[in-house]
């Protein structure tokens, strides 16, 4: 989160403004990774764009979703972004804290439609450096907890079906393990994903933000990117 919120908003703005397609992990999946569905007609003639967070910060609650309610209310448009949350830091009723999300702000946030919740491990551990079982532990930890905090409000898969992998570290044992628990694996690369070039489903490419990227860049980016074709 070193990017400023008025810089944000200005970016979140001018894609809600120009009508994007704002896309969940399972829409990516479905429609450009596995292809088991035609793409909806209203989809048609949009471009399509992912928002991911990863690091279970507050302020993705705080300072993010009155922008999106705004947007929501002024564009008529919903932006969906996607959470990629490491449950083992999650502030808790005894160990509160104004760093890190509780549960209830990720219930919050889901139940208003804006969040997609997604895992990165359990602790943020460096999964390509730790032993089998330990990677095993994190990856099902992480899967088992975001359940729990978001049961009866989702339905077990539409939580925790897709990771991040912490630091975007991962190998060949990683992708192994990650695919018992996850239908699919986010790296943090600083690529922008050119689904042609996909190769493998647990190394999906994301696009690194940080102050070097003005909003303006960020939007010339986003108009660049490819039109759904009708
Ligand atoms: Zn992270």
Same mark, same amino acid.
């Given at each position: 989160m070193s990017y400023t919120m008025q810089d944000l908003e200005k970016f979140l703005e001018y894609l809600a403004r120009n009508n994007y397609w704002f896309l969940s992990t399972q829409e990516l999946y479905d429609y450009f990774i596995d292809r088991n569905r035609d793409i909806p007609q209203e989809y048609l003639g949009k471009k399509p764009i992912m928002l991911s967070f990863d690091d279970s910060y507050k302020t993705v609650y705080t300072n993010i979703i009155p922008v999106l309610e705004r947007l929501e209310k002024e564009f008529k448009q919903k932006i969906k972004i996607v959470l990629f949350v490491n449950p083992g830091t999650l502030a808790k009723i005894h160990h509160p804290s104004t760093t890190y999300l509780s549960?209830?702000?990720?219930? #919050?946030?889901?139940?208003?439609?804006? &969040?997609?919740?997604?895992? $990165?491990?359990?602790?943020?551990?460096?999964?390509?450096?730790?032993?089998?079982?330990?990677?095993?532990q994190e990856l099902a930890q992480a899967q088992i907890e975001l359940r729990e905090c978001l049961?009866?409000?989702?339905?077990?898969?539409?939580? #925790?079906?897709?990771?991040?992998?912490? &630091?975007?570290?991962?190998? $060949?044992?990683?992708?192994?393990?990650a695919a018992k628990y996850y239908q699919s694996g986010y790296l943090y690369n600083s690529t922008i994903l050119r689904f042609r070039w996909l190769q493998d489903k647990y190394r999906i490419s994301r696009l690194t933000v940080n102050r070097a990227k003005s909003p303006e860049r960020l939007i010339q980016m986003a108009t660049r990117s490819f039109t759904i074709s009708k």
């Open positions: 549960c209830e702000d990720l219930r #919050a946030g889901f139940a208003k439609g804006f &969040y997609d919740i997604q895992s $990165h491990g359990e602790n943020h551990k460096d999964l390509a450096k730790i032993t089998v079982s330990e990677l095993n049961a009866g409000l989702a339905a077990p898969q539409e939580i #925790a079906r897709h990771i991040a992998y912490p &630091y975007g570290s991962m190998n $060949h044992q990683v992708e192994t393990y």
